[in-house]
């Protein structure tokens, strides 16, 4: 299995060096449905792909499922309806549970529990982490079962229209010797790849980098300390197609996450840190290994605020984040 993570491609084309890599002749599929409605603009990627892409327009093809089923169509703007109101739900209890997780941190950065010993404090600080994980199970169970509603009321198995597109996606996939997965906007990719039971054989080499990377992964975590509106607490949005394992993909590192700030990065590690915070910037290039690890030299989130190679020497504060 090759799965290769890419850094974005706006401003340095690395997808071309790592389709070339692979050595693998014939076509290659592409999903860039999360470009929603430019995904027919397609002529820079034809060029970086060298002319042998298929593209699968998944995006126009949702659309072309909502205009000709009905009882999907409804479905669908019901579970969207749900889905707004339960992250509305979600939002207002991480943002609590995330301010009670910062001002313990404050409090024992700054040594005002030194009385109560270390154990106290890091307990503390562990504790708090748990309520904020907590938080976001609770949101993947109700989410789960939002999934599970609209699979009842719309059995996408018995619509023809759905088996029809899937039938063709599924022809196009089978001639392919590569598919890559483009950026975009992470939510749209994830419905398209669901709505048509996207399944990747694992002999199928894949290229990935933005939106594609993380929807990839077995959790998709959204993030932004350097929006218009200021910083928005990362939240656990949706389930992803599980190729790559143990990751949290974190694209455009650099341009959204204020890794100046170490209390901050600490609390991401420590929230994930059952999973490596993978930094993925411009030019970054991440072949995962034979059993689908992370390669050497991949940049990920310490526990302790600051950045990391994996595979370095580790240091004390940082030595749980390199295992």
Not at 82 to 99: E, F, I, N, P
Not at 129 to 154: I, P
């Amino acid at each position: 299995m090759r799965t290769i993570l890419l850094g974005p491609q706006r401003f340095m084309t690395t997808a071309g060096t790592a389709l070339r890599s692979l050595g693998v002749e014939g076509r290659v599929a592409t999903v860039n449905a999360g470009w929603e409605e430019r995904e027919d603009d397609v002529a820079e990627l034809d060029a970086v792909l060298e002319g042998r892409a298929d593209h699968l327009r998944l995006y126009h093809r949702t659309f072309d499922v909502i205009a000709k089923d009905d009882v999907f169509a409804a479905a669908a703007m019901t579970f969207r309806d749900h889905h707004d109101a339960l992250l509305s739900l979600y939002r207002l209890r991480l943002q609590h549970a995330m301010d009670g997780l910062y001002a313990v941190v404050r409090r024992t950065r700054d040594g005002e529990l030194r009385a109560s010993g270390p154990r106290a404090a890091y307990g503390a600080v562990d504790d708090a982490v748990e309520v904020v994980r907590h938080v976001d199970a609770w949101y993947s169970a109700q989410l789960k079962t939002l999934y599970a509603e609209l699979d009842a009321a719309a059995p996408l198995d018995s619509s023809g229209v759905i088996a029809w597109h899937r039938g063709e996606i599924e022809a196009v996939l089978a001639d392919s010797a590569a598919l890559v997965l483009t950026g975009g906007h992470v939510g749209t990719l994830l419905r398209a790849l669901r709505l048509f039971a996207i399944r990747i054989p694992e002999t199928l080499p894949v290229i990935a980098w933005s939106a594609g990377a993380m929807a990839l992964t077995e959790r998709v975590v959204l993030f932004h300390d350097l929006g218009p509106e200021g910083a928005n607490e990362a939240e656990v949005f949706d389930r992803g197609l599980g190729r790559v394992k143990g990751v949290v993909a974190l694209p455009h590192a650099r341009r959204r996450l204020r890794l100046e700030d170490k209390d901050r990065c600490a609390v991401m590690a420590r929230r994930f840190v059952d999973q490596h915070c993978v930094l993925l910037d411009d030019g970054t290039a991440l072949e995962l290994t034979a059993d689908g690890g992370l390669p050497k030299g991949a940049r990920i989130l310490g526990i302790d605020g600051a950045v990391h190679e994996l595979g370095a020497t580790p240091t004390a504060s940082g030595k749980a984040a390199m295992s």
